[in-house]
């Protein structure tokens, strides 16, 4: 359910592993190019997919007779995308959310929209995490990824339904861990993109990742994650592709910024893709503020995309704090 990169890359995925797919694509245009050309142009130019996969407009037709529902819209409209498809859910179905992401209006985690807009038991509600820039997985490059469902057997039936040559999917019934950590790794990678703008090397996207993998940790166990969650594919994988990748739009979105452009500038880069840290970096913090977990990184993200700082002043800013012994616990900033 979305046709954006990511959801026609994982339609490629789970046709390659040998399902029946059906994609929902807002716009019928899109629709009829997947249908006739076997490509997403809008937002997956040049890679070519399976003719198995059947471009569909209408909600309920994409919605009939499936055991397993991909929900991979924009964070920020899944809640309302859920309303519309709520009275076609098949009853028994899995939902698997791929949305990295926290609802900025309620500060709830994609499982937790799911679950509240639907009713569905949590043993029903899945998520999909990892290090999965969408262009090399549509490639067929060799990636991992992590399944969670509070419910192993369940995880395990998903597990099974993704897995093929190039793409290896492990399963974790830490749920809360893996979403935490794709939401909080958009931000670092914000953050990332902003030092590698302003020209900044090596040392400084290394401090950065690492210095954001403890915020991170410290939100996680705050929230109940196992935080070795966090030190696997869905965390420090995550981490790392997304922070290092030309292709990832987080990072993108910050080297424009710290090469000078205004918000709106890298907005209007953007192609209409997402760029899912720029909204939840105020819903990480708002949820690490209420649990009263200390996110200079995400704080100073936040600081610039909402509220006017510029990056350099951002840097000075996180530079000019006290100093710190390094420790990873919940209770060290
Ligand atoms: N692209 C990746 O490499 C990648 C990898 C892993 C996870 N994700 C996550 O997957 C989610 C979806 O991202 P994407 O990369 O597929 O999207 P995208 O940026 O490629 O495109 C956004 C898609 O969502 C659609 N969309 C936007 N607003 C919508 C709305 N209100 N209702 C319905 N559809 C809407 C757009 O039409 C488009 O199809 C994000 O949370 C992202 O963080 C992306
Ligand atoms: O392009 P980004 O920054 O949205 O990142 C894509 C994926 O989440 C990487 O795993």
Same mark, same amino acid.
């Given at each position: ?69 991909? @929900? ?14 709520? !009275? ?89 861990? @893996? ?79 710290? !090469?000078?452009?205004?918000?709106? !500038? ?68």
């Amino acid at each position: 359910m979305g046709a954006g990169s990511w959801g026609t890359a994982v339609a490629k995925v789970l046709a390659d592993a040998g399902n029946d797919v059906k994609i929902w694509a807002r716009r019928s245009e899109l629709v009829d190019q997947i249908n006739t050309h076997h490509e997403n142009r809008d937002y997956l130019a040049g890679y070519p997919l399976p003719d198995t996969i059947r471009g569909v407009a209408a909600v309920e037709e994409a919605l009939s007779d499936v055991d397993l529902v991909v @929900c991979a819209v924009p964070s920020q409209s899944l809640r309302g995308n859920l309303e519309q498809w709520r !009275e076609h859910l098949p009853a028994d179905a899995v939902l698997l959310s791929l949305a990295k992401g926290v609802e900025i209006s309620s500060g709830k985690r994609m499982s937790e929209v799911i679950a509240e807009v639907t009713e569905f038991p949590a043993r029903q509600i899945a998520v999909l995490s990892g290090p999965n820039l969408a262009k090399e997985v549509a490639q067929g490059q060799p990636a991992a990824t992590v399944i969670a469902c509070v419910d192993e057997d369940q995880a395990k039936r998903v597990q099974e339904a993704f897995a093929t040559g190039y793409f290896r999917p492990y399963t974790n019934v830490d749920v809360v861990g @893996c979403e935490i950590g794709g939401a909080a790794k958009n931000v670092i990678a914000l953050a990332c993109g902003m030092a590698s703008g302003l020209g900044f090397g090596e040392n400084t996207l290394a401090t950065i990742i690492t210095r954001g993998l403890a915020e991170t940790i410290r939100l996680g166990a705050s929230l109940g994650a196992d935080i070795t969650t966090l030190a696997g594919l869905a965390g420090i994988g995550d981490l790392v592709a997304t922070c290092s990748s030309p292709l990832s739009r987080n990072r993108t979105f910050g080297a424009r910024l710290g !090469e000078g452009a205004t918000l709106e !500038e890298a907005q209007a880069a953007t192609n209409g893709q997402v760029a899912e840290g720029v909204k939840s970096c105020a819903s990480v913090l708002a949820l690490a503020r209420e649990n009263g977990v200390d996110m200079p990184l995400t704080e100073a993200v936040n600081r610039v995309c909402h509220e006017g700082m510029s990056v350099p002043d951002m840097v000075a800013s996180l530079l000019g704090r006290s100093t710190k012994p390094e420790v990873y616990g919940a209770a060290a900033p």
